[in-house]
């Protein structure tokens, strides 16, 4: 028995040190050094050290010294921050902010790109007002480069008086820079909540990333839907004063979505969905947030919505918002 708990325990602690290995090559790899090569160097060099003291020397003075230099990279992690001022793509230029007084919204930086590709757009950012007590329901999107176990979550809040208000929790690039899942655990892009028209924010991803798109009325009260929008409010105002970094894990769309969702009366603990959201409407589903009068198959085929949105010139219709829900399954009272 002893022998046996000796061998679990040096498994263990060579699994440990293995993602600590990991973590801190990756680390230096994705740093704010400067030069590429480097940090190439500089995260091959600390891979091999910590491989020579931990599994081939094993000298406890060695691993000291590596525990020292780990700590040094530590504390130089710890003093990479976000910042506000980047050369920024165009789409993601403008940080919002809102201004709230009583009933009364005021968006600053609301974006509406007139699309001609993905690439080609006439850039435009303004003012737009909505009244919180004309807020009726919520919508839930899943866009999918690959569809898969992993996509990309955002929600519209649609008013009685007004055209829905989409906001989507995404990175914010720089010029010439791409999105990477594992570069987005370290540090490498900011956040942003982008707030605009659905005729932008969703028919990008339909009509010029041709994405796959489904859209999901979701079960909640308008008290709820209120409070939720005011959360989504205080954060976009929160992001506007301090930055942040994005992080798959830890500060990304669904993860957010949830975190917000439960203040504003969701129940219900951590579930594998949350990460794994490409397969979030399942859970949505299961737990009777969505229409749940068809079985789950059914519903999904009629909520993809790329269709309806690339049919004639929908994308640039004042009506694009209604064309997209023209024919969705509704959430049942």
Known sequence: MKNLLGILGSILTSVLIFFLLLWGTLAIYFSNLPALALRIVLAIIFLAF?????????????????????????????????????????????????????????IKGYRHFDYRSYTDFTAHFEDRDY?????TSVDFFISYWQVGPVGHTFVSFNFDNALPLCISIETRPEVGEGFSPIASLFKQFELIYVVGDERDIVGVRTNHRHEE?????????????????????????????????????????????????????????????????????????????INTKMPFGELRKLSKINGVAQAGDAEHSPDFSKHIRANLPKVEE
């Not at 530590?74 to 050369?87: E, F």
């Open 131 to 135: 009244l919180l007590s004309h807020l």
């Open 213 to 289: 798109v489904y859209l999901y009325p979701i079960r909640i009260s308008a008290e709820n839907a209120r409070t939720l929008l005011l959360i989504y409010l205080s954060r976009i105002n929160e992001l506007a004063d301090k930055p942040e970094f994005y992080h798959l894990l830890s500060n990304s769309c669904t993860i957010n979505i949830i975190r917000y969702a439960n203040k504003a009366g969701r129940t219900g603990g951590f579930n594998l969905y949350h990460f794994l959201n490409g397969f979030i409407d399942q859970y949505l589903y299961g737990r009777g947030f």
């Open 50 to 106: 910590g491989i020579w003291a931990f599994w081939i020397n094993k000298n406890p003075r060695w691993i000291y010294l590596f525990a020292i230099t780990y700590a040094f990279l530590l504390a130089w992690w710890m003093t990479i921050k976000p910042t506000h001022k980047r050369n920024w793509r165009p789409e993601v230029s403008v940080m919002p902010r809102v201004t709230i007084n009583g009933d009364s919204i005021h």
